[in-house]
């Protein structure tokens, strides 16, 4: 059995939480110095799409966080209190956070039902780790200039093309696009 096929096996959220961690220490002592450029490049790359990707593992998991209440078992009275200062994120990552995880992630109704995300095209993007967080809160900044009495379609049109152009585009260049 390959490492793939071993954590492909590994079901509980918080073992694979454990085997990244325990991966980015691995990786954070790494020497590079015997890498050719190709692949100090090619490095880069995975990372970076390992990042985008773990935008969305992280919204998902505030999501719940947010969903349950979580947060006051440790003590907080909101999400954004538990970001900014449990998690010592300060308030601007904390918002940065939570306008991602309101776009991308499956929140729950008011009957406990997990919805889509708001923006659908925006959150399949992140889990191809094509595009980061930064981008889906310019997505999100563009999409709230789109005024209030636009039908449903037009709106999932435009964030449809938004998370389109915003795989070939950096973060303000989406806000420049939109």
Request: aromatic share 4%; hydrophobic share 50%; glycine share 8%.
């Amino acid at each position: 059995m390959d490492l793939t096929q071993a954590i492909a096996e590994l079901a509980d959220p918080a073992e694979l939480a454990v085997v990244i961690d325990a991966a980015m220490t691995q990786l954070a002592g790494a020497v590079f110095t015997a890498s050719t450029e190709g692949q100090l490049l090619e490095t880069a790359e995975v990372l970076e799409r390992a990042n985008r990707r773990f935008d969305g593992a992280n919204s998902a998991l505030l999501a719940e966080i947010s969903d349950r209440g979580a947060y006051r078992k440790a003590g907080f009275l909101s999400l954004h209190a538990f970001l900014a200062g449990g998690l010592r994120l300060g308030d601007g990552e904390a918002k940065r956070r939570r306008i991602t995880g309101a776009g991308i992630a499956r929140l729950a109704n008011l009957q406990g039902e997990a919805l889509p995300p708001v923006f659908p095209a925006t959150a399949q993007a992140v889990a191809d780790g094509a595009i980061s967080a930064d981008h889906v809160v310019e997505i999100d900044a563009v999409m709230r200039k789109i005024p209030a009495a636009a039908d449903r379609a037009t709106r999932a049109g435009a964030e449809a093309q938004l998370a389109e152009v915003a795989r070939d585009l950096t973060p303000s260049g989406v806000r420049t696009a939109g």
